[in-house]
């Protein structure tokens, strides 16, 4: 009896659903329509009025500036050891300082072990933010302006660069550890700081190694082109080369990027497989 | 004398919340196996917390060896829990470290910031704890990795753990709850065995009547809270019983 009741009161109508599906499939449409006049319009607007139709000529003049670029430049390879080690010291000594930075971060930044949450979780929020809302050229440039031409500037903008991305991982990662054993280790009588480095530490490290590993790999891509603005590295070597207009010499400089950036893939798959 | 003692305690979570505890009161003395039995839910697990202050009582008194734990200080409450072992049910070993540092994380009331970061444990401590997990029956794995153990072998981890402190008091919150029926009662036979010959009560939470019955010499029933029994085991009839778990049954 009482079922029948429940019943009747919840069922609904075939008409409700089909008005509310026909409903739903008109609201579908009008946004489809909407995104792409606004496709439609960025066309026109950013590439067809917007793109020198003239200089760039026929479809084959267009293959022949690309064609340019085909050829390496052998006389340049022995200049470009010494950059090539510089970009590679740039990203693992800048990941190195985004490590020691990111500790505080990260600190303040995890909600369940921030010391005091009103004050010092923002700033560990803010100093994640700061650092990944900037782009590392903006950075470079920035510490270029502070510190002058060189490797050192280079070493800062990866370094504050890597902060957001190592240091929110990092916290999630705290954020969410086990609480069992920290109630063991905190009924032994030990104090924070031991809770810290017994019961929160062993149980984030291989997350917060392998995040380390991964961003440093990117740190490589990004001390290779932070030259661009003088800071250093294989960017400088780049940027003369095309100043100079000597495509081959281009293409070289690409060509080494690539060969570290591989050598780093290849040393992070190591250690991420020995350590973790 | 009494071990422990436990006054009129309650406990709310949050200042909205019902309370978990209503007013709880109890003895656990110097050679007492003490059980507190009840079904999921009853407060087993927030009372047993409230004794070394991982859960914070909102009033009543907890006494122990005569020094009242409510209302002391950090510094102090940290020296009392070196006095008081503690094994649970999920074991929370460390998985990452070793069986012969899990043991040893024990000791991290006596040991100082610097050596904890490296450590390093005095000799003395080291020969404890091998002998500790010689009699828990795993002094072959003391170089494995805590993930790499059965459920039984971590929990003997645990006990061995709870026992290098040198305790006064054992606290067992559920400790066969993870674990086999035959290997539950491995394990509380080994508990009760090194209780008995450390001379250390115990307070243990337990659902299983069976095992409560079985090794314990004192039981207590709570049910929402509020204490249903309290009396020597042999006083524990069916019609009590029924009334603790009344709850359960329907």
Known sequence: MKSDQL???????????LVKRNRDKVSHSIFFMV???????????????????????????????????????????????????????????????????????????????????PITYPIGRFMMTISRSIHEIVWALFFVAVLGLGALPGIFAIGVRSVGFIAKMSAEAIEDIKLGPIEAIRAT??????????????????????????EWEINIRRSAILGLVGAGGLGLVFFRQMNTYNYHGVTTVILAILVIIIFGEIVSHFSRKRMI | MSVLEVNELRVRYNAGSPEILKGINFEVGENDFFAI??????????????????????????????????????????????????????????????????????????????RSFFKIFPRKEIEKALNLLDRVGLSDQVDKRADELSGGQRQRVGIARALIQGPKLLLLDEPTS?????????????????????????????????????????????????????????????????????????
């Open chain 1, 189 to 214: 009588g030990a104090n924070r700081f031991q809770v810290l480095l017994y019961a929160i530490l062993p149980q984030v490290i291989p997350q917060v190694i392998g995040v380390i590993l991964f």
């Open chain 2, 37 to 114: 039995i009840g079904p999921s839910g009853a407060g087993k697990s927030t009372l047993i917390r409230c004794i070394n202050r991982l859960v914070e009582p909102n009033s009543g008194k907890i006494y122990f060896k005569g020094n009242e734990i409510t209302g002391m200080s950090n510094r102090k409450l940290r020296i009392i829990r070196r006095d008081i072992g503690m094994i649970f049910q999920e074991f929370n070993l460390i998985d990452r470290m070793s069986v012969m540092d899990n043991v040893l994380s024990g000791r991290l009331g006596y040991t100082g910031n610097l």
């Open chain 1, 7 to 17: 019943l009747t009161k919840t069922a609904i109508n075939v008409d409700d659903i």
């Open chain 2, 178 to 250: 993870s674990l086999d029926p035959k290997i539950s009662r491995e394990i509380m036979s080994l508990i009760k065995e090194m209780a008995t010959e450390l001379n250390v009560p115990c307070l243990c939470n337990i659902h299983d009547v069976q095992l409560a019955m079985e090794f314990c010499n004192k039981i207590i029933g709570i049910k929402d809270g509020v204490k249903m029994f309290d009396g020597s085991t042999e006083s524990l009839n069916k019609q009590k019983l029924d009334e603790i778990y009344l709850m359960e049954v329907l």
């Open chain 1, 35 to 117: 995104i792409m006049a606004l496709v439609l319009w960025s066309v026109n607007v950013t590439i067809i009025e917007d793109t020198d139709w003239e200089r760039m000529g026929s479809l084959g003049e267009v293959l022949a500036s690309a064609g340019r670029f085909i050829g390496v430049d052998f006389s340049l390879i022995p200049n470009l050891l010494e950059p090539a080690i510089e970009t590679f010291m740039i990203s693992c000594l800048g990941t190195l300082l985004g490590v020691i930075i990111c500790i505080p971060a990260t600190w303040f930044g995890a909600l369940n072990i921030t010391p005091f949450k």
